[in-house]
């Protein structure tokens, strides 16, 4: 070894030893993907002790400079600034969005004819912060066609989308320090309104169906928690569907906890759930939640909260204080796709899209891969000795974004993202084909090649 450890005064050994090898990779003696000795010859060589060589690589992972597979060594990290294969851009497969061309045609014919009605003043004034009856008539009817829930206009509220929504839930529903349970791999806004209000957030482990009524109830009990969110269709990220059986288990166990659940129904359309949502099955205890954003267009802030009327005056409440209005235009196009059909074309054209696109995915990734697949998002494992952090460094190094586990891990306690290494590609990103296609093309490519390639991809 050649590595230089000159402590300055004061610092400790550990540090300089992290410095050391700093200066290693900046001369380029040490490259992306070389293995370091191991740390018994390291503090041989060095003359220090074990435990100095431990604290210095701790030291240099957390810099970002190296990082350890357990039984395989410790590697020196690819830059995750790593540029894209040369020339070419880097794909972006990690927004979970919906492809805008198929929408498109439809939403321009509307905004067609509702220029041409000159009903401009529909849109003047403040609006009813639950929507007019009208706008509401049309929300539920669009509930309605979803099937297994039965909506009454009254019973409903226009939001600017489910994030909203789910905002409004949390101001409504929970005081500062409350415990609040979700999915232990959630969207990751629901991370971000539990900051935002003060709650302790707690993850329900999951298995394909879903939560787990076990460990939910478990929980409720530990915690003293009061209310759930959660989705049962096409759950982002894990793609998970929970079975009927497994909607009427966890609505037991909440009914025996008396706990409230907010249904984040926003996946549900897409996916074609044919079961009845946890608030058809149980009206009176569950808050639900959807927008068009994941069934129709991403840009269209429209979503639609139905609540059992215990909680309906504090809700809309919420809603005055953080929207004061409903959102009129939206509504107003969107009324007018629901009378004339075309909502409902739009939504078999987007379903028919994301049909095409797992298709796609499941030919690049191969029948062995395990992937969960819901809608327009997919869940892949990352086949060990892959570790997280490497192969998102990897994957960014052959010019592809996507978006790991940790993003949506709620709490480490069951061994985090560590433990359950995956990613979530947005396969509605890419605007065509051709983008989608080579996107898959490096994931694919990329993790095959192993851990041990990613000097040669760097
Ligand atoms: C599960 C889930 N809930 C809520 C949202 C936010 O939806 P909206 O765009 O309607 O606010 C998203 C968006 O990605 C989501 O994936």
């Known amino acids: 070894l050649r590595w230089k450890l000159a402590p300055s005064p004061g610092q400790p050994k550990y540090e300089a030893l992290a410095d050391a090898i700093a200066a290693e990779i900046t001369a380029g003696r040490l490259q992306p993907g070389d293995r370091l000795p191991t740390q018994r010859d390291i503090a041989a060589q060095l003359g220090v002790t074990i435990s100095t060589v431990t604290r210095a690589i701790g030291e240099a992972a957390r810099r970002g400079h190296v990082s350890a597979r357990t039984g395989s060594g410790t590697f020196v990290a690819v830059p995750v600034q790593a540029a894209a294969p040369a020339g070419q851009p880097t794909i972006d497969l990690s927004l979970n969005t919906l492809p805008d061309a198929v929408a498109k045609p439809y939403f321009d014919q509307a905004l067609a004819a509702l220029a041409a009605e000159r009903r401009a003043d529909l849109l003047?004034?403040?609006q009813p912060v639950a929507g007019s009856g009208g706008q509401r008539r049309a929300l539920a009817r669009w509930l309605e066609q979803r099937g297994g829930i039965d909506a009454g206009a009254e019973d409903i509220a226009l939001t600017h989308g489910t994030q909203h929504a789910l905002a409004a839930c949390l101001a409504a529903l929970t005081r500062p320090g409350d415990a609040v349970l979700c999915e232990r791999w959630t969207y990751t806004g629901i991370r971000r309104l539990a900051e935002a209000a003060g709650v302790r957030l707690t993850g329900i482990a999951m298995d394909a169906h879903g939560l787990l009524p076990e460990d939910l109830?478990?929980?409720?009990?530990?915690?003293?928690?009061?209310?759930?969110i959660c989705s049962a269709a096409g759950q982002n990220p894990t793609a998970a569907t929970m079975p009927i059986e497994r909607r009427r288990e966890i609505l037991a166990?909440?009914?025996?906890?008396d706990a409230l659940v907010v249904e984040d129904d926003i996946n549900a359309r897409l996916v074609s759930d044919d079961m009845p949502p946890l608030a058809g099955l149980d009206p009176q205890r569950v808050v639900h939640a959807s927008s068009l954003s994941k069934s129709l267009a991403s840009g269209m802030r429209l979503g639609v909260l139905l609540a059992p009327p215990a909680c309906q005056a504090r809700l809309r409440d919420a809603l005055v204080s953080q929207a004061w209005v409903a959102p009129a235009f939206y509504a107003e196009l969107f009324a007018r796709m629901v009378a004339d059909g075309s909502a409902e074309a739009c939504l078999r054209a987007q379903k028919a899209e994301a049909g095409r696109r797992q298709a796609m995915a499941r030919s690049s990734f191969g029948a062995d891969a395990a992937a969960e697949i819901a809608g327009f998002h997919l869940w892949?494992?990352?086949?060990?000795?892959?570790?997280?952090e490497d192969a998102i460094a990897s994957l960014a190094g052959a010019g592809v974004r996507v978006s790991p586990a940790n993003h949506f891990a709620v709490d480490d306690e069951q061994g985090g993202a560590a433990a359950a290494p995956r990613i979530r590609i947005a396969l509605g990103a890419p605007e065509d084909d051709a983008l989608l296609q080579e996107g898959l093309r490096r994931v694919a490519g990329a993790l095959r090649g192993g851990p041990l390639a990613m000097s040669t991809i760097a």
């Open 217 to 228: 109830s478990a929980r409720l009990r530990a915690t003293g928690a009061k209310l759930l």
């Open 253 to 257: 166990v909440c009914r025996a906890h």
């Open 124 to 126: 003047f004034g403040y």
């Open 380 to 388: 892949l494992p990352v086949p060990p000795p892959w570790r997280i």
